[in-house]
């Protein structure tokens, strides 16, 4: 049994991380994103509970809401993190290099996934797990012949 | 200011995604897939008419709610039965059955032939009115 985790904090989390991502967008400055790749790595990495905007959510926002019974697997929310790590990196990387095209087109891909998940709690890292690793093992030379 | 026209754009973008996603997941649609591999026949209850394969990974999300329904579903409904098949390490059967996301439930029959496909978190009516040709009685 993997650790599960209360739906309602990682749905929190995207909302956050996508006001973050719609900031970054408009300022164009990149330690902020910079800022938000750490985020997606202490979740993805190190696990969910590590992530700031947990510690926000527990702090701040859980203690108003009415407890629940529900949870959901923390597995598919932690790769998704490592997802969106992934897409940041590549965001830092362009508006570093002055390849502002591509600081904007990684930013805007990875607030897509997260508004996704905040505002119809679709979680596309984890729906996409399949083409994601497709896409992976396609460039991998060895070891694809199971 | 040109970011500011992006940041608007991608969450007019994702808005309608997110919409179309919510209007079209989980709609059963016809399957020509024909006979499923052997990996997939394995699974099949000889004894059911029809078998509803839900093909999971460990990182999927809606997986547990696609479960629910089908377990439900299959648990109601004579000549149906509900197997699961784990794709996490099995890239080149996710291929050879063209699935890119998951949950994806295929309906198979006795014979190991693909009848429905659904994806998303199966809308249960929807599923059991296309199923119901395929079923005794």
Redesign the interface.
């Known amino acids: 049994m993997s650790t599960q985790v209360d739906p309602r904090g990682p749905r929190f989390a995207a909302g956050v991380t996508s006001a973050v991502l ?1 900031a970054v ?4 400055w990149w330690p902020l994103l910079a800022a938000q790749a750490v985020v997606f790595a202490l979740g993805g990495f190190a696990g969910l509970r590590y992530s700031p905007y947990a510690a926000l959510y527990r702090a701040l926002v859980a203690p108003r809401l009415a407890p629940t019974d529900e949870r ?2 923390a ?3 932690r ?2 993190q490592t997802v969106g790590f992934g897409f940041a990196v590549v965001g830092v990387l362009g508006y570093a290099l002055e390849v502002t095209a591509l600081g ?1 087109a990684a930013t ?1 891909l990875a ?2 996934a997260a ?2 998940n905040a ?2 709690g ?2 596309l ?7 994601i ?2 896409l992976s ?1 396609k460039q991998r030379k060895v070891g ?1 012949a ?1 | 200011m ?3 026209y ?2 608007l754009g ?2 007019a ?3 309608c ?2 919409l179309l ?2 209007s079209l997941g989980g709609r059963t649609r016809v399957s020509s897939a024909g006979a499923v591999p052997e990996e997939v026949r394995a699974v099949l209850d000889p004894g059911a008419a029809v078998t509803l394969v839900q093909l999971s ?6 997986c ?1 709610q696609a479960r629910a329904v089908l377990v439900d579903l299959a648990g109601s409904t004579t000549g149906l039965a509900h197997a699961d098949v784990d ?6 059967l ?2 050879r059955l063209s ?4 949950p994806t439930t295929i309906a198979v029959d006795a014979a190991g032939t693909e009848l429905l496909r659904v994806g998303g978190i199966p809308k249960r009516e929807d599923l059991l009115t296309s199923l119901r040709p395929h079923l005794p009685g």
């Open positions: 719609v967008l408009v300022t164009g959901e697997d597995t598919p929310v790769f998704a904007t805007a607030l897509v508004f996704l505002a119809f679709f979680c890292g984890c729906e996409a797990y399949l083409l690793n497709r093992t694809t199971r | 040109t970011g500011l992006v940041a991608t969450v973008v994702a808005m995604i997110g996603v919510r990974t460990e990182f999927c999300g809606n547990k794709l996490t390490d099995q890239p080149e996710a291929k699935v890119l996301r998951t």
